[in-house]
Nanobody, 120 residues
Framework: QVQLVESGGGLVQAGGSLRLSCVAS????????MGWYRQGPGKQRELVAT???????NYATSVKGRFTVSRDNAKNTVYLQMNSLKTEDTAVYYC??????????????WGQGTQVTVSS
């Protein structure tokens, strides 16, 4: 089991920036993926950005060029730098870890979520 603790959410004006952090603890497999998902009001949870233990990165189209995901493996921490924020980025942001086994099966762990609110 992996425990995830997010920080860095808050209220920001449109065009501003925020940086989210997520610290993982527990049993983390050699091959894993860490990243961020979000759920806006009345919407389903959606992928924002992920980064694998091998450094492969995936972004949602809506955040490409504005958000940057990174990780510090020594600290078991994943970051999300969010620039040029828009009101539509308002959501609860959840940290996610996927532990992969040798067959490619994954086990998901989730953080408690951190609120990001972008005002116009």
């Amino acid at each position: 089991q992996v425990q995830l603790v997010e920080s860095g959410g808050g209220l920001v004006q449109a065009g501003g920036s925020l940086r989210l952090s997520c610290v993982a603890s527990g049993t983390i497999t050699r091959f894993n993926s860490m990243g961020w998902y979000r759920q806006g009001p009345g919407k389903q949870r959606e992928l924002v950005a992920t980064i694998t233990s091998g450094g492969n990165i995936n972004y949602a189209t809506s955040v490409k060029g504005r958000f940057t995901v990174s990780r510090d493996n020594a600290k078991n921490t994943v970051y999300l730098q969010m620039n040029s924020l828009k009101t539509e980025d308002t959501a609860v942001y959840y940290c996610n870890n996927k532990n992969f086994d040798r067959w490619g099966h994954s086990i998901d762990s989730w953080g408690q979520g951190t609120q990001v609110t972008v005002s116009s």
